[in-house]
């Protein structure tokens, strides 16, 4: 097993930052071997992909976050700093790790006011 731990996250106006931490716990191989990131539920919308880092440090990220947002991974350890943030950007956030079968972290809420 695998446990996400989220931290980071709350209010902001429109154009500030924010830094979302998440630290993985547990199964030491799967932390390692597999792919982690974030993604976002948004009003409205299913949850959808933010940026990811895979073990081999490939990123991949969203549309809407390239440019603006920077995913970087320590060991088990993975951080998102958000710039730029839009009020469309609000929703919770969750941590994952894996991909066919993800640990998922609580998530953590990110408001950006207008």
């Known amino acids: 097993q695998v446990q996400l731990m989220e931290s980071g996250g709350g209010l902001v106006q429109t154009g500030r930052s924010l830094r979302l931490s998440c630290v993985a716990s547990?199964?030491?191989?799967?932390?390692?071997?597999?792919?982690m990131g974030w993604y976002r539920q948004t009003l409205g919308k299913q949850r959808e992909l933010v940026a990811e880092i895979d073990s081999d440090g490939k990123i991949t990220y969203a549309d809407f976050a390239e440019g603006r947002f920077t995913i970087s991974r320590d060991n088990a350890k993975v951080t998102l700093q958000m710039n730029s943030l839009k009020p469309e950007d609000t929703g919770v956030y969750y941590c994952?790790?894996?991909?066919?079968?993800?640990?998922w972290g609580q998530g953590t809420q990110v408001t950006v006011s207008s």
């Open positions: 994952h790790l894996g991909t066919s079968d993800p640990f």
């Open positions: 547990g199964n030491t191989f799967r932390i390692r071997i597999n792919p």
